[in-house]
């Protein structure tokens, strides 16, 4: 069966540090990967999506970036975090067609101070 | 660009009361369409979709959905909550035949009381 991973699940850092979020995915070749930031009472807000190594779409012109050096691999990053990035980061892969839906993660709470 | 609405934001109901969670959605064309649920601590996860075929769609726990392509809606119902079902839910939209990129509505939050 499919597993999504990510890690770390809590994270505090100061302003003006570096961001490393990593998400991967057991069980499934190919996949479509997604970055989202869900903000109390303003649903899902998608940042990034990757339909293969390599490529990945913006779709939120901010402070982050993401990478896919691998199949089932996912990366946020930043060079130097805002006040304004701290939220619930969640990853999330699917089928082509999203047949079967999106699969999250457990997310990761970052706190920029 | 295709956008979707949830009207009820907070839902309080009794234990056994029937739910009816509103979503609507902006696109003129054929969609897909989504309802997720993220229990409380809990990962999100699918709770049923509509690709084509019989617009009533059954999910898991008892929920089911209606597409009503008239409408522009795929409302959420259950006619009978238990405390468990305490969560936030979210309709998702996508466009068939586009992207592969599902629009979120904001969510809804809804608490059972036993």
């Known amino acids: 069966s499919q597993t999504i991973h990510q890690w770390p699940a809590t994270l505090v850092q100061p302003v003006g540090s570096p961001l490393s979020l990593e998400c991967t995915v057991e069980?499934?070749?190919?996949?479509?990967l997604y970055w989202y930031r869900q903000a109390a009472g303003r649903g899902l807000q998608l940042l990034f999506y990757?339909?293969?190594?390599?490529?990945i779409s913006s779709e939120v012109p901010q402070n982050l970036s993401a990478s896919r050096p691998q199949d089932r691999q996912f990366i946020l990053s930043s060079k130097k975090l805002l006040l304004s990035d701290s939220g619930f980061y969640l990853c999330?892969?699917?089928?082509?067609?999203?047949?079967?839906?999106?699969?999250f993660g457990p997310g990761t709470r970052l706190t920029v101070l | 660009a295709q956008s979707v609405s949830q009207h009820n934001h907070h839902v309080i109901l009794s234990e056994a009361a029937s739910l009816e969670l509103g979503c609507n959605y902006s696109?003129?064309?054929?969609?897909?369409l989504f309802w997720y649920v993220q229990y409380p601590g809990q990962h999100l996860q699918l709770l049923l979709k509509?690709?084509?075929?019989?617009?009533l769609v059954k999910g898991i726990k008892g929920f089911e959905a209606e597409f009503i392509k008239s409408k522009f809606s795929f409302n959420l119902r259950k006619p009978s909550v238990q405390w468990s079902d305490t969560a936030e839910y979210f309709c998702a939209v996508t466009s068939s035949g586009g992207s592969y990129i599902p629009t979120f509505g904001r969510g809804t939050s809804l608490i059972v009381h036993p």
């Open positions: 990757s339909v293969g190594i390599g490529q």
């Open positions: 069980g499934t070749s190919n996949p479509n």
């Open positions: 999330a892969w699917s089928e082509k067609g999203l047949a079967g839906g999106q699969f």
């Open positions: 696109y003129g064309g054929t969609v897909n």
């Open positions: 509509y690709f084509s075929g019989d617009p």
